[in-house]
């Protein structure tokens, strides 16, 4: 049975999706730490801390400024007093996840 246009087989169109969705997330979080740490941080620097290409640092500084998480300035990224409760929640919500997870893999 087909839903859709997929071409693979065997869930790799999930776990495709599955996995670049964790690393943007990953990718995305390790950018706030930093800036909560050492803002304001300009591209430049969040690359070269990073080891992610400017544009990949681009878009995720467009993705947290859209989220309210940081915000621009002349000097760089800085965080907003929305990020710290952001990451106490999100936080919380990995611990769940986590479980959830240990529950998942026994379904394996």
Do not use: C, W
């Not at 000097?75 to 529950?103: H, N, P, S, W």
């Amino acid at each position: 049975m087909s839903y859709g246009n997929e071409q693979e087989v065997g869930g790799k169109l999930l776990y495709d999706r599955m996995k670049a969705e964790f690393d943007l997330l990953e990718r995305h979080m390790k950018m706030l730490r930093i800036i909560m740490d050492g803002g304001p941080v300009g591209i430049i620097k969040l690359s070269e801390a990073t080891g992610f290409p400017q544009h990949k640092v681009r878009y995720s500084l467009r993705i947290l400024e859209g989220e309210g998480l940081i915000h621009p300035s002349p000097r760089g990224a800085t965080a907003t007093d929305k990020t710290y409760e952001f990451m106490v929640k999100f936080k919380d919500l990995l611990e769940e996840l986590e479980g959830k997870i240990e529950e998942l893999k026994e379904t394996l």
